[in-house]
């Protein structure tokens, strides 16, 4: 694996840092050698990610290069948008004049933006922006493949977005793959690919035409290759979530599902977008099992609970009562993955 350090100055706490906290939970690409970020600097990471590895944090790209080395600084956030933050230049320059490759997973694409690409060719370093659509005679139309596979599809979809649909994923696919079930997984944003899926897309990068087919065909291509029983897919913001709709919609069109993994925070109040201006109510399980029924014709297999907010034990508490209430197994996929692959296992 290449050696990586993450940049995160600032938001490291913050749901926007998603990627990052991927990175740190879960890598088959990249070696996360630490990450950069002023506001918690002389701490580790996993004093401030929950259930993550433990690397060291520090306030600049030369204050990490005096310990440790790097081939690649990574951007670690998905902000609203995909901009880049201000504060976030002054490391990346940093990093480049040091001889690192940059890696970015916003909409605001560094290798477009002159002042790198002209840093990048003085310190002969490489810029990889990967939230890019392929081009556009490389694209593939919906072409219903689900009736030629053989596979049961099991998208991971939420209540509203940053809400762990992806990690609850990746705990469950290596459950499954532990138990030497056959299993693959699609990836469908940017922190997917760097954590190194095998089959992947930026979804929201793709043009509105060829999201469905675009998808439906890494899925396929998942099931033609490896010949896996489930393919699990990586679900995005929500049917109900008024900014990002396609994405959901686009998963579930594309997969066909056959059954629908559920991902809930039971005490977040406003969805996870502009919530201080909006305060845009999040959806509730009810809502989003029937939307996803009308969208797909599939129900909710297995409900997974997202922890923010929560005081110690009340976890326990919202997971016996979705239990009771929706007769759905229903867990914190970091903490009990196997009680979700229980309930894929028995679509079979």
Known sequence: MSRAV??????????????????????????????IDSKFSGRYTDEIVSNCNRVPIYDSVNSFLAEREAEYLIVGVATVGGYLPKNFKLHIEEAMKKGMNIISGLHYYLGEQDEYVTMAEEYDVDIHDIRKSPPLDELHYFEDRKKDMDALTIPFLGTDSSIGK?????????????????????ATGQTGMLQGADFSLPLDSTPGDYMVGELEYKIWMAWK???????????????????????SRAVLAASQPDGVVLQHSPKREYRDYRKDELKWPTSNIHHERELIKLYSGADIIALGIYPEYMYEGE????IERYEEKYDLPTADALEEPQKISDAILELL
């Open 6 to 35: 993450i940049l995160t100055d600032g938001h490291l706490d913050k749901n926007g840092a998603k990627t990052s906290h991927g990175l740190l939970r879960y890598s088959k690409k990249y070696d996360i050698q630490g990450v």
């Open 166 to 186: 992806r990690t609850a994923l990746i705990s469950v696919y290596e459950t499954l793959r532990s138990w030497d079930e056959s299993v693959a997984w699609v």
């Open 225 to 247: 290759e490896t010949k896996p029983d489930f393919i699990l897919v990586e679900g995005q913001g929500s049917i109900s979530h008024p900014a990002y709709v396609c994405g």
């Open 315 to 318: 976890k326990k508490e919202f």
